[in-house]
T-cell receptor
C-alpha cells in the first residue's frame, strides 16, 4: 500500500521568505501526487497535482512542486510567502498503476508565516 | 455547484449516544469518501463508495461505525454507541473518475466532540 511521509510537522517562516515543504512517498510503478491546503476550520482545497508530463507543476497561490521519481519526492515550494499562506498542507498519493484507489494523505505540515 | 455539503458542522454528544453525520456529494460525482482527521493519526480513510456501493471499509475502526449511501446524492456515517475517542473532524469528499482517481473535493467537515 502507498504511504506518504511529510518530514516536517511544523515550518515557521518569515513573510516574503521562500519556503519548501517536503514530501516523500513509497515507491510504485506509477503514482499520482497532490498537495492540498487546509485553512483553519475549513475543508481541504487542492493546491496542485501531478498526473503525468512535466515534472514541475504549478498550482494556485504561487505554489509549485517538483516530482522527482528517483528520490520519490514531491516537494512543495513558494518563492515568497504571505501571511495568508498560514495553513496546514497535506501531501497525498494515489496509486495510478492499479487504477481506482483513494488518496492516501501524509500527516500534514503546519506552515506559520511570521510578520 | 455548491460543493460537498456536510451537516452538522459541529456536534457535541454524550458518550453512548448515537451520532449521524451527513454528506451530500457534488452532483455527478460517482465516488464518495469518508475521512477522519485527528492530531495523532492525521487524515485516515474510513470507507469509500463507488456508484453508491461500498468498495472498501477496511478503515472503519470497529463495528460501532457504519456508513450508507442510499442514493447518489446522500451518504451517512453513523456511530453507535459513541465514545470520547471518536472525537475528531470527519470529512466527506467526492470525485468524478475516469479510469483513475484524480482530484477529490472535500466538504468543510463535521467536528464531533463526545463527552
Amino acid at each position: 500500500a502507498q504511504s506518504v511521509t511529510q518530514l516536517d510537522s511544523q515550518v515557521p517562516v518569515f513573510e516574503e521568505a521562500p519556503v519548501e515543504l517536503r514530501c516523500n512517498y513509497s515507491s510504485s510503478v506509477s503514482v499520482y501526487l497532490f498537495w492540498y491546503v487546509q485553512y483553519p476550520n475549513q475543508g481541504l482545497q487542492l493546491l496542485l497535482k501531478y498526473l503525468s508530463g512535466s515534472t514541475l507543476v504549478k498550482g494556485i497561490n504561487g505554489f509549485e512542486a517538483e516530482f522527482n521519481k528517483s528520490q520519490t519526492s514531491f516537494h512543495l515550494r513558494k518563492p515568497s510567502v504571505h501571511i495568508s499562506d498560514t495553513a496546514e498542507y497535506f501531501c497525498a498519493v494515489s496509486d495510478g498503476y492499479s487504477g481506482n484507489t483513494p488518496l492516501v494523505f501524509g500527516k500534514g505540515t503546519r506552515l506559520s508565516v511570521i510578520a | 455547484d455548491a460543493g460537498v455539503i456536510q451537516s452538522p458542522r459541529h456536534e457535541v454528544t454524550e458518550m453512548g449516544q448515537e451520532v449521524t453525520l451527513r454528506c451530500k456529494p457534488i452532483s455527478g460525482h460517482d465516488y464518495l469518501f469518508w475521512y477522519r482527521q485527528t492530531m495523532m493519526r492525521g487524515l485516515e480513510l474510513l470507507i469509500y463508495f463507488n456508484n453508491n456501493v461500498p468498495i472498501d471499509d477496511s478503515g472503519m475502526p470497529e463495528d460501532r461505525f457504519s456508513a450508507k449511501m442510499p442514493n447518489a446524492s446522500f451518504s451517512t456515517l453513523k456511530i453507535q454507541p459513541s465514545e470520547p475517542r471518536d472525537s475528531a473532524v470527519y470529512f466527506c469528499a467526492s470525485s468524478l473518475l475516469g479510469p483513475r482517481v484524480t482530484e477529490a473535493f472535500f466538504g468543510q467537515g463535521t467536528r464531533l466532540t463526545v463527552v
